[in-house]
């Protein structure tokens, strides 16, 4: 009974809402409620306070949801180990990615070879994306700026370029190239803090010498290259983020002074997930992906 309780609680914090979470359990709201009440009465404590139709966790219940997210990590791992097949029969994989531009292709492909294993997808900047991870919301996770870190497990995919973005009826719209210095002055929609392109990007302008006039700082690349082309100002972003638009003309830096590598990831503690190993086969195998070989280094 005690697993049944931890296991409802589990879902309603990751979910952030007890309507939701019944959802993914497939149980009724009311069943979800009595768990996870029995289990705060079983120990007189209190793991989740209700604000309406949403719940936050209470600092004894964001230490117990580290602890059930690891025992459902676990779970899945029995499930899959006790699972006949060599294929995947069944199974949920979350993901966390900081850009829907560089990761349909991986999902076209999971899907069409394991059809019976479902996507859910979170998107947000890095920083969002990473702590997704860490804190076992995410089964994996694809960003940039995750290399060596102690807890996770992470391959390069491929490497972006960062070209200057402006509207088509800018000044600049027919150049050649941009040198980073003449960005001095000039208006500039950037995005938000937290995200890794800005921080990048920052760099890169202070290294050059230019301090543009940001007027506007937004939440996603979608809202900075609409931004950009409504005429408010010129960005910085990926070289295909902008080839996603044709309302942008999109300017190359000189000497490509700005990259940055995207990377698979998982948890070490999760590599051994079959689901999770078939995700990072599929997603090196695609164009500018690592070869299969990368996967034959463990954590």
């Known amino acids: ?5 931890i296991r409802a609680f589990d879902a309603v914090a990751r979910e952030g809402s007890f309507s939701r979470a019944a959802e993914v359990l497939g149980v009724t709201q009311p069943a979800l409620t009595i768990q996870v009440k029995a289990l705060e009465e079983r120990y007189g404590v209190k793991l989740l306070l209700r604000q309406g139709r ?6 004894l219940g964001a230490r117990l949801f580290k602890m059930s997210r690891r025992l459902a990590g676990l779970e899945e791992q029995i499930r899959e180990t006790l699972t006949a097949s060599h294929e995947l029969e069944q199974g949920q994989l979350r993901l966390a ?18 059809p019976n294993v479902g996507l859910s997808v979170a998107l947000g900047n890095s920083r969002f994306v990473r702590q997704e991870l860490l804190d076992r919301r995410a089964d994996i996770a694809i960003l940039p700026g995750v290399a060596g870190h102690p807890q996770i497990h992470a391959v390069p995919l491929w490497h972006h370029r960062g070209i200057v973005i402006v509207a088509r009826d800018h000044p600049w719209a027919g150049r050649a190239a941009i040198d980073l210095s003449e960005l001095d002055g000039q208006p500039m929609v950037g995005r938000e803090e937290g995200s890794m392109t800005q921080r990048l990007v920052e760099e890169a302008l202070a290294k050059a010498g230019a301090v543009p006039r940001t007027v506007l700082e937004l939440g996603s690349r979608e809202a900075l290259c609409a931004a950009v082309a409504a005429g408010l100002g010129l960005g910085i972003v990926w070289e295909l983020e902008a080839s996603l638009t044709d309302r942008l003309a999109a300017i190359p830096i000189a000497g490509d002074v700005i990259g940055s590598t995207d990377y698979v990831a998982c948890l070490k503690s ?10 990072f086969q599929v997603a090196l195998a695609l164009p500018g992906g690592r070869p299969d070989s990368a996967l034959r280094a463990a954590p």
Do not use: C, N
């Not at 949403?54 to 600092?59: F, G, I």
């Not at 999760?270 to 995700?279: G, Q, T």
């Open 1 to 5: 009974m005690i697993y049944t309780q």
């Open 54 to 59: 949403t719940v936050t966790l209470t600092e």
């Open 97 to 114: 990615v900081d850009g829907p531009h560089i990761v349909m292709g991986i999902f076209a492909r999971f899907i069409a070879r394991h």
């Open 270 to 279: 999760e590599w051994m997930r079959k689901s999770i190993k078939a995700f």
